[in-house]
C-alpha cells in the first residue's frame, strides 16, 4: 500500500468518527436529554405516552397531564425535560389562510353541542391557538361558528382540523366556498342562515337582529336569538369575512325604478299591520314602511336595495298610458289581451269597434290602485276592459250604424264622460276615449256604398246642369259683350263721324271765309296796284311822254323775260357753205363751256 494512502486513511477515520460523534450528539443526545428545539413556522403538537392518569371516556385531549394528546403546544425554541420515552414530540407547520380567504375549523373534542344547533359556539381561544382555553371555557365539538381570517396561526391540529381553499376539496368543498363574501355594486345580498331559532309561526324570514356585523359575527346573531332560514337584512355591496356553514348568500340586482314610474311596495314581513289609508278609502288598506301589507309611500325612480324574497314591488307608470281594444299593442304590453269590441245596434247589425283608452294614474294614488287591485295588469284586465267593453256594447243599442258613423264625436265624447266618471271611482283618471276604426257590416256598406253613389251622382249632375246653365249665361253674356264691343265701337265711329262732319263744316267755313277774305284782300291789292300802276303810268307819261314811256315799258319786260334780242352763234353764207359748219364749231364750243361751268 502507497505510505501516502496510508497515511491519508491514517487521518481521515478520527475525522469520521468525530463526524458521527458531533452528529451523534446534536442529534440523539438532545432526544436522550429530553430538548426539543421547535423552529420559528412549526408549532410543536405533544403526546404523552403514559401518566399516572387515563383520560375520562370521551375526551381525547388531555388538560390535567393525563395521557395522550396534550391540549398545550410547544412555540418556538428549546425546550426541555421531553424525555423521549415519556413524551413523542410531532413538529407540525403553522396554519397559513391566504389574504381575501377564510378558513373553516373543526374540532375533535370538546363539549356536545345542543340538538337543535349544527354549529359550535364561538369560545374564547385566541381564535382556536390555544385549545386548553378552548375546553375550559365550554368549546363544543364539531364545526365550527367561528372562522379564521387572512394570517397565521399556530393551531393543536390534534384537536383542531383546519380547512383552508388547498383542502376544501378534500372535505367535500368548492374552494370558491372558502373565498371572503363579495357582494357587486348594483347589487343586494338575500341572506339565508342556516343556523339560529326556528323562524316564528306565520313568518317567511327572520326578522332583523343587531349587533352582528352584517352576520360576520356568527355568535352574536345566535344570541340576539336569530332565526335559520330567509332573513330580511340585507347585505350591501362590500366584502365581508362569512362562514359559509352558517350563512348563504344570493346576490340580486338592486330594484330599479325608472323615470316615469314609481313603484309600490307590498312586503309579506315586517310589524304588525296598521292600515294608515283613512276611513274614505274602503276598498284596500295602506301601512306604513316597515309594516306588513302595501306600504303608502311609493319608491320614486332611482335604485334601491331591496331584499326581493320578501318584498313585491308593482312598477306603475305615472306617465299617461295608451290602451288599445284593436289588434295593435302598445310597448307596455298592459293591453296585449285586448282585442276589438263587437257591439250590436239599435237597427240589429253588430260590427267591431277600435278603441283607444288614455289613463293616468299619479304617483300618490299609484298605492291606492295597488291596493285595490293588486297590479297594473289587474286594472287592466278587470277594471278597464269590463267598464270600456260594457259601456260601447250597451251604447250601442240606442244607436244606429250610421250614427256611429256619421256622428263619430258626440259617440266619443259620451264615451269619455262615462268612463271617466268610473275609472275616477278607482283613483284613476281618464285623459281621453278616442273611437278608432268603425268596421260595420259588409252588406250595409254596400247598400250605403251605392246609396251614397246615386246621391253623389246627382249632386253631380246638379252641379253640372248648374254649370251648363252656368256657361250658357256666360256665352249669352260673353255675346252681349262681344256685340256691345261693335255698338260701342259703331256708337264711336258716329261721334267720330259726328265730330269729322263738324270739323269739315267748320273747315269748310273756315275755308270760305279765307277764301273771301283773300279775294278781297287779292281785289283790295289787285285795286291798290292798278291804281298804282295806273298812277304811275300817267306819271311816267307826263313825265316821257306816250312814245318815250312805251318804248321804256317794252325794254323794261324784254328784260324782265330775258328775251335774246342777239343770237348766241352767227351764222353767216359764202362759198361751200362755211358758215355752217362755224356755226356747228361755235355751238359745241358753246355748249363744252357751259358743261365746264356746271362742273366748276
Known amino acids: 500500500m502507497n505510505p501516502n494512502m496510508m497515511l491519508a486513511m491514517a487521518v481521515s477515520v478520527p475525522l469520521i468518527i468525530t463526524a458521527c460523534v458531533l452528529f451523534a450528539l446534536l442529534f440523539f443526545v438532545p432526544q436522550f436529554l429530553g430538548i426539543v428545539l ?3 413556522m412549526q408549532v410543536g403538537i405533544i403526546v404523552k405516552k403514559f401518566a399516572s392518569q387515563n383520560l375520562p371516556p370521551g375526551r381525547l385531549v388531555a388538560l390535567g397531564g393525563e395521557s395522550g ?8 425554541g428549546l425546550h426541555f425535560g421531553y424525555w423521549p420515552w415519556q413524551f413523542r414530540i410531532f413538529k407540525m407547520p403553522v396554519t397559513i389562510v391566504p389574504q381575501g380567504e377564510i378558513a373553516l375549523v373543526v374540532a375533535a373534542d370538546g363539549a356536545a353541542m345542543p340538538p337543535q344547533r349544527i354549529l359550535a359556539k364561538i369560545v374564547d381561544s385566541d381564535n382556536f391557538q390555544d385549545a386548553r382555553k378552548f375546553l375550559v371555557n365550554g368549546g363544543e365539538k364539531g364545526r365550527q361558528l367561528g372562522i379564521l381570517t387572512g394570517g397565521t396561526y399556530r393551531i393543536n391540529t390534534a384537536i383542531f382540523a383546519v380547512i ?3 383542502e376544501a ?3 367535500g368543498m368548492h374552494p370558491a366556498a372558502l373565498r371572503i363574501t363579495r357582494v357587486e355594486p348594483d347589487q343586494v345580498g338575500i341572506v339565508t342562515t342556516l343556523d339560529g331559532a326556528p323562524i316564528l309561526a306565520g313568518e317567511i324570514a327572520g326578522t332583523t337582529v343587531h349587533g352582528h356585523d352584517n352576520f360576520q359575527n356568527a355568535q352574536a346573531f345566535i344570541d340576539g336569538q336569530g332565526s335559520r332560514g330567509l332573513q330580511e337584512q340585507i347585505l350591501l355591496s362590500g366584502t365581508w369575512n362569512l362562514n359559509p356553514w352558517f350563512v348563504q348568500v344570493e346576490q340580486v340586482p338592486m330594484v330599479e325604478i325608472p323615470i316615469g314610474y314609481v313603484g309600490v311596495v307590498i312586503s309579506f314581513v315586517g310589524m304588525a299591520h296598521l292600515d294608515v289609508s283613512g276611513v274614505d278609502f274602503k276598498h284596500g288598506d295602506l301601512v306604513n314602511q316597515g309594516h306588513k301589507g302595501v306600504w303608502v309611500t311609493p319608491l320614486y325612480p332611482g335604485k334601491h336595495p331591496l331584499n326581493t324574497r320578501i318584498m313585491k314591488v308593482e312598477r306603475v307608470p305615472t306617465t299617461n298610458i295608451v290602451l288599445n281594444w284593436a289588434t295593435r299593442t302598445e310597448s307596455h304590453n298592459f293591453d296585449s289581451k285586448l282585442q276589438s269590441i263587437t257591439v250590436r245596434s ?3 247589425f253588430g260590427f267591431n269597434l277600435d278603441v283607444s283608452q288614455i289613463i293616468h294614474v299619479g304617483a300618490l294614488d299609484a298605492p291606492k290602485v295597488i ?5 297594473m295588469q289587474n286594472l287592466v284586465d278587470h277594471v278597464l276592459q269590463p267598464i270600456v267593453g260594457n259601456y260601447f256594447r250597451n251604447s250601442a243599442q240606442n244607436y244606429t250604424v250610421l250614427d256611429f258613423l256619421s256622428a263619430r264625436s258626440e259617440r266619443q265624447k259620451e264615451a269619455a264622460e262615462h268612463i271617466g266618471r268610473a275609472l275616477g271611482c278607482y283613483d284613476v283618471q281618464a285623459i281621453d276615449t278616442l273611437i278608432g276604426d268603425i268596421n260595420p257590416p259588409k252588406e250595409l256598406m254596400e247598400t250605403q256604398t251605392a246609396r251614397k253613389i246615386a246621391e253623389e251622382q246627382q249632386r253631380t249632375y246638379a252641379v253640372q246642369e248648374a254649370a251648363q246653365k252656368q256657361r250658357k249665361q256666360l256665352v249669352r253674356e260673353t255675346a252681349v259683350a262681344d256685340i256691345q264691343q261693335q255698338v260701342v265701337s259703331a256708337e264711336q265711329g258716329v261721334s267720330i263721324s259726328e265730330l269729322q262732319a263738324n270739323a269739315s263744316v267748320k273747315k269748310a267755313i273756315g275755308d270760305a271765309e279765307a277764301i273771301r277774305l283773300k279775294a278781297l284782300g287779292e281785289a283790295e291789292g289787285i285795286r291798290a296796284t292798278g291804281n298804282a300802276k295806273a298812277e304811275a303810268y300817267r306819271a311816267g307819261v307826263e313825265a316821257l311822254g306816250m312814245q318815250g314811256y312805251t318804248l321804256t315799258q317794252l325794254m323794261q319786260i324784254v328784260g324782265d323775260s330775258k328775251v335774246r334780242i342777239v343770237p348766241d352763234v352767227a351764222v353767216n353764207g359764202g362759198n361751200g357753205n362755211p358758215g355752217m359748219v362755224d356755226g356747228l ?12 361751268t356746271k362742273a366748276a
Open 69 to 76: 394528546y396534550q391540549a398545550d403546544t410547544l412555540p418556538p
Open 346 to 348: 239599435r237597427d240589429g
Open 371 to 375: 291596493s285595490r287591485v293588486g297590479s
Open 164 to 166: 383552508t381553499s388547498t
Open 38 to 40: 421547535i423552529r420559528e
Open 585 to 596: 364749231l361755235g355751238l359745241m364750243l358753246k355748249n363744252q363751256t357751259g358743261a365746264e
Open 169 to 171: 376539496q378534500h372535505h
